[in-house]
């Protein structure tokens, strides 16, 4: 399904980094505390990839599936230049670029980055909520807007939201994703995060580069984004 976007005037994330404060506010979440993996979690998460990558051994409490094959209701694998990632116990899938190593960061459900570039990563985190769909937290804008100020930028960085976007898969799911930017003094990131609810569950997925790289890297960060999706 395509994305349906619109744009705001122009007037930029750490790796991964978020709230549990916003979940709190926005999502009316049941509890702080992030869903967890039990260690049967590893059997179900399934890594696959149509190129030899770079990646480390596993940080942490989930292990690669290293050389394991997806099944063949996945033809995003069919695409050069990206991995895949399928949780079958938390019911979410996505790709990212080939290369990338899988790392622990506390606070992180999964978290994936470039070893070279310190700034292109994708993170996944999953917060329990009560809500039933993000219709019911706001529109593309409003969730956007609170996103990047209450959770996506790190606290001093100057923020902005470009362009939100929703859509739908083929099971109803909804989605929006929004597209920002973040500047310290240190540095300025562009990103891309998308965002759903499902099954008593609040996901969020960001990805991104430093603006420097941005051109280069857009097209294949929008691929992660695109390719992001919840079967449950």
Known sequence: STFAGTQHPCTKMACATQSASLVQQRVRVSSTKKTSKSPRAVAHVVRASVEPTRRSAVLGGVAAAAATVLVPAQPALALSGFSAVKDTRDGYQFFYPVGWQEISVDGQDAVYKDVIEPLESVALNIYPTTRESLAEVGTPDEVANTLVA?????????????????????????????EYVTKTNSYERHALTIVTITQGKFYTLTTGSSERRWPKMKDRLQVTIDSFNVYY
Request: net charge positive.
């Open 150 to 178: 209450k959770a996506l930028a790190i606290p001093g960085a100057r923020a902005k939201v470009l362009k939100t976007a929703q859509r739908k898969d083929k099971d109803g799911h909804l989605y929006y994703a929004l």
